[in-house]
């Protein structure tokens, strides 16, 4: 229930995108998820007018299924011995990815991107220089700021690869790791800050309800409904403080 919830949200914000009515849900500014798996979703939505779902629940299977053989391929690479394929089946039969592909979610777009930036990540790394080095490190930006716009998550994965960069270049003395890891930290904190100050900007007054934060913004007369995100900050206490 709770996918097909979520599953809900995600294909009301591609309708609203598709249809020229911005990032919104009710008519109202959506803050709670960032916008990257709309926007893919409303360009098929778009152009067979919302009706075509099979094409929909396929483009996020063979998001899905592609991101894992894409990553379970890096881990077999890397692991050593008998661990190779021990390594792989644990990535590639984890149950929480397949089943994200039963409902229209973000997971398999945002582990495809993933596996796109730990590859162009480890080309990067790469002692030997190459022809392809600036190519891969433009690809890692990119994924980086696109993780950042599809899930929070990308908080910690941008996070482990911006260390890892850094240290990398801080231990070999070699500034292409160190400016790596500035870019590819920038890139994902730039997302990730905007999509909040948005998110302030939108949605100004809220009250926590279940460990979420109700948000409520400008309501617009007739509008139904309000919108909510993950939020540490209490801006209200009570309810009178909405009215």
Do not use: C
């Not at 959506?30 to 926007?39: C, D, K, S, T």
């Not at 007018?49 to 094409?55: F, K, L």
């Not at 039963?102 to 930036?117: D, G």
């Amino acid at each position: 229930l709770a996918g097909l919830a979520f599953s809900n949200t995600k294909t009301a914000l591609a309708h609203s995108l598709s249809a020229g009515f911005g990032y919104t849900v009710y008519g109202e500014p959506h803050v709670l998820y960032p916008p990257v798996y709309a926007a893919l979703l409303s360009v098929p939505w778009r152009l067979t007018d919302g009706t075509a779902w099979p094409i929909y629940y396929g483009l996020n299977a063979a998001l899905g299924a592609g991101g894992l053989l894409w990553l379970g391929a890096q881990i077999r690479r890397r692991a050593g011995g008998a661990g190779r394929w021990a390594s792989w089946l644990l990535v590639t039969a984890y149950y929480p990815w397949s089943f994200s592909t039963r409902y229209l979610l973000s997971e398999p777009l945002f582990l495809f991107i993933s596996a796109a930036l730990l590859a162009a990540v480890e080309h990067v790394r790469r002692p030997e220089a190459t022809r392809w080095r600036g190519v891969a490190l433009a690809l890692a930006v990119i994924s980086t700021a696109l993780a950042a716009g599809t899930r929070f998550a990308a908080v910690t994965l941008v996070a482990g690869v911006a260390v890892g960069l850094l240290v990398d270049g801080l231990r070999q003395r070699a500034f292409r790791g160190i400016l790596a890891a500035l870019l590819l930290g920038g890139a994902g904190l730039s997302v990730l800050v905007g999509w909040e100050i948005r998110a302030a900007r939108v949605a100004p007054v809220g009250i926590r309800m279940n460990g979420m934060h109700l948000m409520t913004g400008s309501q617009r007369k007739g509008s139904l409904g309000s919108d909510i995100r993950g939020d540490l900050d209490l801006r209200t206490h009570s309810l009178d403080d909405l009215d």
